[in-house]
């Protein structure tokens, strides 16, 4: 049988009871819009029809989905790869920020303790990168990227991280020489803190070792006893440290005790030191006026900052 | 009274293509213009087979448009359930018409469709939208030819 084919039967079979069934529907439909508007029960017969048509729904949207998935893997591809690039760059970019952040965090410890070493009788320091070091038994010295023109005088106490590192010897304009505590030729006057004696420290060629061939045997020095100077000369303030005592020898054959010590600064690892210039009216100031005039107003001395409250 | 078992299954397989058609995700842009295919198909079956189509399918067609669009139950059944009514009822008038008239038919229809739906839509306190829900009657008009070829071809097809 066609599926249109004589409308004149559906007609006259159908045209009285089509009213009817329009109407029934009608009704039908009025109730249901009543019921729903009315009350909630409709609600959970909602819910569920449209969770039975959520597959369809699913299986309708995935032709879009996978050509938009197709899509973003072949058209996106390039602007992936510039992106990556981008990306890549950055991160270099980034990497050497770390690694210069790291190198001034280092530093930046440096100059703390620095810092701590500076006793109250310094008035100004002047921060200096190590730029070249010679350290062998006839000559310990150190070169330093601060000079003359930056204030930097003859004979001017040198300090490092924990102590004492030396004095400068010859100032160039942009440089300086900076002779060390255990350069052969180098004497600190010096203090054991705990006796209060007093005797000269000298630089033995050996990086860090320091002798103080000027005890008698029987003097109170031992192992341990903790060296600073004694402001005594002219050349260093009072009371920066400087050295510990490492050795005590005393044999029968020579009438002075044989004493080493190890300085606290590493004289051979530090990277940051700093001049100093001393408090002129501190009467630990040592003698020798300091000059620190003219040069580059940017690398010259600054006033010490407070120092940090002690924890 | 018995249906062709045939036609029924045809019917409602094209139905399900429409409603296909009438969910199918769309860009924003093109979806306020989207025909209203399950509607169209109901008119046609109405017009073509009443004894296919007719005022059940029209209201069976119109609660799954309630359903998917989230409206008030028999809100669309009963808009739909009119359209396929006045099918019915006039699908021997209108068969015999012009391609041009049954196309100014099946505008009528639409807008008294769409008409029902924002009706029920203002008594019952529902947003009515603005100019832009109208689209649909003027894009589902110019589509309907089209519509119509393609399911007449079919049921040629399955004639044959």
């Keep these: 049988m066609a599926a249109y084919g004589s409308g004149k039967r559906y007609l006259s079979q159908r045209s009285a009871p089509i009213d009817l069934r329009f109407a029934a529907y009608a009704f039908l439909c009025v109730a249901l819009m009543f019921f729903d508007q009315r009350g909630g029960w409709l609600e959970s017969v909602r819910y569920g029809l449209r969770a039975a048509a959520y597959p369809l729904e699913l299986a309708l949207s995935s032709p879009s989905a996978a050509w938009r998935f197709t899509r973003e893997v072949f058209e996106e591809r390039a602007a992936l790869q510039a992106e990556n690039r981008a990306l890549r760059e950055e991160i270099r970019k980034l990497q050497l920020l770390a690694m210069q952040r790291s190198r001034l965090e280092r530093d930046n410890a440096e100059l703390r303790t620095l810092r701590t070493t500076a006793t109250d009788v310094i008035e100004k320091w002047l921060p200096a990168d190590v730029i070249g070091s010679e350290t062998t038994s006839l000559k310990q010295r150190l070169t330093v990227d601060r000079g003359a023109v930056n204030g930097v005088v003859e004979g001017q106490t040198v300090i490092a991280g924990s102590g004492l590192i030396g004095q400068s010897l010859r100032v160039g304009p942009w440089s300086t020489e900076i002779i060390l505590l255990s350069d052969p030729e180098h004497a600190v006057p010096v203090q054991i803190t705990r006796t209060g004696v007093r005797t000269l420290a000298l630089g033995t060629g050996d990086t860090g070792v320091l002798s103080l061939p000027y005890l008698p045997l029987q003097s109170d020095v031992r192992s341990g006893d903790q060296l600073v100077t004694s402001g005594l000369g002219g050349v260093f303030p009072a009371g920066v440290p400087v050295a510990e005592v490492t050795e005590v020898r005393r044999d029968g054959a020579s009438p002075l005790a044989q004493v080493r010590a190890r300085t606290y600064a590493t004289l051979d690892r530090d990277r940051v030191v700093a001049f100093v210039w001393p408090r002129a009216s501190h009467p630990a100031a040592g003698g020798k006026p300091q000059s620190d005039t003219g040069g580059d107003p940017t690398a010259t001395a600054q006033p010490l900052p407070p120092p940090e409250p002690a924890p | 009274m018995k249906l062709p078992r045939q036609s029924l299954f045809r019917a409602a397989v094209v139905l399900l293509l429409a409603f296909i058609a009438q969910i199918i995700p769309l860009p924003a842009a093109v979806d306020v213009l989207r025909p209203p295919f399950v509607v169209l198909v109901v008119i046609f079956w109405s017009l073509r087979a009443p004894g296919v189509g007719g005022i059940g399918m ?101 004639h044959r």
Excluded: C, K, M
């Design chain 2, 58 to 158: 029209g209201f069976l067609a119109g609660l799954a448009l309630d359903i998917y669009r989230g409206a008030l139950f028999g809100q669309y059944a009963l808009a739909t359930a009119v359209v396929a009514y006045l099918g019915v009822r006039q699908h021997l008038l209108i068969r015999n018409q012009t391609q041009f008239q049954q196309g100014l038919y099946v505008f009528a229809n639409l807008l008294l469709w769409e008409f029902v739906v924002w009706v029920i839509d203002g008594w019952t306190g529902q947003p009515t939208g603005n100019w832009s829900r109208w689209l649909p009657v003027l894009s589902g008009t110019i589509v309907w030819p089209l519509v119509a070829w393609l399911l007449d071809r079919a049921n040629a097809v399955a």
